[in-house]
């Protein structure tokens, strides 16, 4: 139960944890309250999710042909182990202790309905200055031409402080009209307080280049954290499924029959 106080207290404090159109105090303390919000489960289940197929190159990428969501973040920011732990396959993104091993544009289909877009990450991946321009050249042309994709997810680091990198991704997705949400990572890997400290510095930086993400997220991967948030907000950039029609009952002339 959240008191008026607290509530009141939540309000005042909203822009500093990233929550933004919000219509009421009440909407507000039911979001932010300690009631584990990350801990509620996904409406979506995902059945099937397997590898489509990995791209060198733009002009290589499939058909555009479902609604595509797309992450990418610095090299080492834990984007494979957070794949894995939404689509719940611990293998479907290959994981490794060495930055940048994403080194193509992967494609996963997820339930025949839509496709989850892994992205070769910047930022200190151990490959040449040739090859990272190469990422970049091809990165940027699927972020802004694929007709398809939906909405991007700008990985952060939640240990560390604001990176300059970061934030120069972020504003050339703005400046490019790319939808965008943050996804805080690795929240279990240093304290709560760590963590809302270094959100909330990297938010601060975001109202100072007037940078405004659709939706901010807390992840992750060893605790689930933000799986269900993440899937709810996906399944509601989706097409509705269509109801299933009801069948037209057989007309009944046996009465006509009658003498």
């Not at 993440?230 to 046996?254: D, Q």
């Amino acid at each position: 139960m959240v008191s008026s106080a607290q509530k009141t207290g939540l309000h005042d404090n909203a822009a500093s944890l990233g929550v933004n159109s919000l219509r009421s105090k009440k909407d507000l303390a039911t979001r932010l309250a300690p009631s584990a919000e990350w801990l509620k489960p996904s409406v979506m289940k995902i059945k099937t999710a397997r590898f489509q197929t990995s791209v060198a190159a733009y002009d290589e990428c499939p058909k555009a042909s479902r609604p595509e969501f797309a992450f990418v973040g610095r090299s080492n920011v834990g984007k494979s182990s957070l794949i894995n732990m939404l689509t719940n396959k611990k293998e479907l993104a290959k994981t490794s202790g060495v930055p940048g091993k994403t080194q193509q544009i992967n494609f996963f289909d997820i339930d025949a309905r839509w496709h989850l877009v892994d992205l070769p990450g910047y930022g200190f991946a151990k490959v040449s200055k040739a090859q990272q321009e190469q990422f970049n050249i091809h990165v940027s042309a699927y972020l802004t031409q694929r007709e398809t994709l939906n909405q991007v997810f700008a990985l952060v680091d939640s240990r560390i402080e604001p990176q300059k990198n970061d934030y120069e991704f972020i504003a050339w997705l703005e400046e490019c009209e790319v939808p965008y949400s943050i996804v805080f990572t690795k929240t279990d890997k240093s304290s709560e307080g760590q963590v809302q400290h270094h959100i909330g510095l990297f938010q601060e930086g975001l109202k100072e280049r007037n940078l405004e993400p659709t939706m901010t997220f807390k992840c992750s991967a060893k605790t689930d954290r933000g799986r269900g948030p993440i899937l709810n907000f996906i399944e509601g950039k989706l097409p509705k499924k269509p109801k299933a029609s009801k069948s037209v009952p057989t007309m009944n002339l046996s009465w006509m029959k009658k003498k």
